[in-house]
């Protein structure tokens, strides 16, 4: 072989649907090594569109496209109620898997998964692109660089309109408790928590109250939660489906016994400090936020950080016990509406 030709990563799609488009998107521009060899959805016109897109073969289902055997991965981008059958066929046919959040929709199920990738040796991880997202990322930095002072507080604010449009037929899956396994929480709200770990460090208990305004929607379309860390620090957790647009949103503030960072993301991609000597507040300088103001390109940083796992044997960013916990936060908090106590994450 010439050794000036990098070795490719063979992935098939499997799901074609909303997030199928953002990682076909996040490859070509962000992961050059991986080459989409199969596309795979049960609905044909999603999977003759994905390959028309990649120039993949389409296949109504992974043992079809087991049989044609012409990829080493999958990248499985299912309703949740769907992952633990997938990833569990494609780790018992030896491949490697990245899985879109959550893991699963309990934990039982989640233990099984773990236990399939580890039978199988293979590379497993679970796609939370908010570990990529520049903003984030910046902030971590500057929290470790000692610019906020000792953390004191934080505050994420995740919502605005329904993942998919009221009144749609047939009913989305996402509105349907059994296969969504919860709301808006462990769905897109995973990547409003996911942050405030890689600030704050662990959860360790949460306190939590959901509420139904989006009738629609059996999962809860509205949470409201205190998460305390195992630092001792607490921060606060929103989330709303609204079923309608909504203003320009704080989506994070994390305060410091030297300054407070507040980002505006929505729309604008701020990301502004204060302190002391600039009450007024500024803004992140761009040389600060890796690939600028653009969040879309984590979900290539994410597959591209896979691909050299699989490739090179490297260390994930995150590896998949550590992303169970946007989903372990997310039913700790469903426990504690319920109960209305303290919930611990990880016990
Ligand atoms: N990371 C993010 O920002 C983000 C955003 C949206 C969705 N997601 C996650 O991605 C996953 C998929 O969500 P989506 O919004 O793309 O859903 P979707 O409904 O848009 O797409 C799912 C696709 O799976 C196909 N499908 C259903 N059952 C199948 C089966 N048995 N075999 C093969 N194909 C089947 C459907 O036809 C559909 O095309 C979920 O885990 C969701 O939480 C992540």
Redesign the pocket.
Known sequence: MNPRVKPQLRLAF?????????HWQGIQHHASRVQVTAV????PE??RQMAALTGAPPF???EAALAADDFDAVD?????H??E??ALQAFAAGKHVL????MSTTLDSCDRILAAAEAAGTVFMV????EYWPDAVAIRQLIGAGALGELVTASALFGGNT??PLGSTPR???YDLKA?GGGITI??G??WIRPLRMWLGEIDEVLATVGHPVAEMEGESLARALFRFQSGVVAGFAAMSAGFEVGPKEEFRITGTLGEIVVYWGGSGRVVFFDRQTPQGRDLPPDLLPHGKNREAA?GLELDDFCHAVLEGRSLAAGPEVSLGELRTGLAMYRSAQTRNWEKVWA
């Open positions: 499997v799901g074609c649907g909303g997030i199928a488009q953002s795979i959805d049960s609905h999603q999977a109504d289902c992974l499985i981008m299912l309703p949740h769907l992952h059958e997938v899985l879109e959040k959550p796609a939370e692109q908010a993942p998919v989305p899956w996402r969504a769905d897109g995973a990547h979900f």
